[in-house]
């Protein structure tokens, strides 16, 4: 039996059909939403993290990429989940060779967990102290999930105190016409305004007549009441 069918396998035993409708409205899967036609087994997160930890190191690409494939959220949450474990235990020549997987994959990112899961642990791991030429021809997308995984993988920048593509990047996405994508640069922010506020601080002045709401509300998140205020009353909004 293939790998993936039988990582298939143990996910299904895990499958929950009430779950599964809940899962369903909560990652907006009607028609015209976000996540349209994604399908739910209703497999907890997890349990499919027990599943990918079983099986990664034994994995090949070509396995991760059969669960990818499926239309199934859950198969495609596990493969990714190993694809991050690939790379974590991998070297440099693995590593490069997980990122290019991933990015030609990027199609099967497709919801806000899987983007969120590994933007910042495959993408912006990869690309500290490199060359970041790829996140902002990402940012221009028309995919939705490919703009979130250049805004989401800057997490990793951040966590290294550099700051720049974070700030550059949000600012590109101001206009963008999706919730999705003001919340995920507004989040974002709101974590490089923790290693830097001044930083934020003068983002926002600078930015907070044209930001959306939703992308100004994640970013002041942690700011004091009164200073929320004057950034809102000062906002487009």
């Given amino acids: 039996m293939k790998l993936s069918a039988k990582v298939k396998g143990d996910i299904r ?10 899962l369903q409205g909560f990652f907006r899967t009607g028609k015209g939403e976000y ?11 997890p349990e499919s993290r027990s599943i990918a930890g079983r099986y990664f190191s034994e994995a090949s690409l070509s396995d991760i990429e ?14 990714l989940i190993m694809l991050v474990k690939k790379f974590e235990n991998a070297d440099e020549v693995e590593r490069k060779r997980i990122f290019d997987f991933y990015l030609s994959h990027s199609d099967r990112v497709n919801n806000w967990d899987l983007v969120d899961l590994t933007a910042p642990n495959i993408v912006g791991r990869w690309l500290i102290g490199r060359d970041r030429k790829i996140i902002y021809k ?16 800057t997490l990793s920048f951040i966590k290294e105190k550099d ?5 550059m990047i949000a600012e590109m996405l101001i206009g963008d016409g999706e919730d999705l994508m003001h919340k995920a640069a507004g ?19 600078k930015n907070k007549r044209s930001m959306p709401r939703t992308m100004l509300r994640y970013a002041i998140e942690r700011f004091d009441e009164k200073r929320r205020k004057e950034f809102l009353l000062s906002s487009k909004g």
């Fill in 66 to 79: 059969e669960l990818m494939k499926s239309s199934f959220h859950e198969d495609r949450l596990t493969g």
């Fill in 35 to 45: 996540g349209e036609g994604d399908k739910f087994l209703g497999v907890k997160v």
């Fill in 13 to 22: 035993e895990f499958s929950d059909a009430g779950k599964a409708k809940v």
């Fill in 163 to 167: 700051l720049g593509d974070t700030f």
């Fill in 138 to 153: 990402l940012a221009r997308s028309k995919n939705i999930w490919e703009r979130r995984i250049a805004m989401v993988s």
């Fill in 187 to 205: 989040w974002m922010l709101r974590e490089a305004g923790k290693r830097d506020e001044k930083a934020l601080v003068g983002f926002l002045e």
